[in-house]
């Protein structure tokens, strides 16, 4: 299993972004679909997450209101559109598949990770 995580790069506060990750998965339409993030000196946290069907999100409160997860089942892609970047938002991102979401909020129950993309926003 491989989650191709791409869209990572320097932005300036107040910017925004657009993460990708491609899995090879043949159970990714049964997969609840996440992202977490891991900043320098900092334990890995959970971002978001979406329920199989794409109509169920989920977000830290550190990022409800600028940050949207979506995925597409055809392409077994899933997104995080990142709005309204701060300095504290930079961290490097690790998509994730499998969990509830439940247990991702809690930070545990992912069955696989990606290789996580940089993004580093400027104050």
């Known amino acids: 299993v491989q989650l191709q995580a791409s869209g990572g790069g320097s932005v300036q506060a107040g910017g925004s972004l657009r993460l990708s990750c491609a899995a090879s998965?043949?159970?990714?339409?049964?997969?609840?679909m996440g992202w977490f993030r891991q900043a320098p000196g900092k334990e890995r946290e959970f971002v978001a997450a979406?329920?199989?069907?794409?109509?169920?999100?989920y977000y830290a409160e550190s990022v409800k209101g600028r940050f949207t997860i979506s995925r597409d089942n055809a392409k077994n892609t899933v997104y995080l559109q990142m709005n309204s970047l701060k300095a504290e938002d930079t961290a490097i991102y690790y998509c994730?598949?499998?969990?509830?979401?439940?247990?991702?909020?809690?930070?545990?129950?992912?069955?696989?990770w990606g290789q996580g993309t940089q993004v580093t926003v400027s104050s």
């Open positions: 994730t598949a499998g969990g509830s979401p439940t247990t991702l909020l809690a930070g545990r129950g992912v069955d696989y």
């Open positions: 998965l043949r159970t990714f339409s049964r997969k609840v």
């Open positions: 979406v329920h199989w069907t794409g109509d169920n999100t």
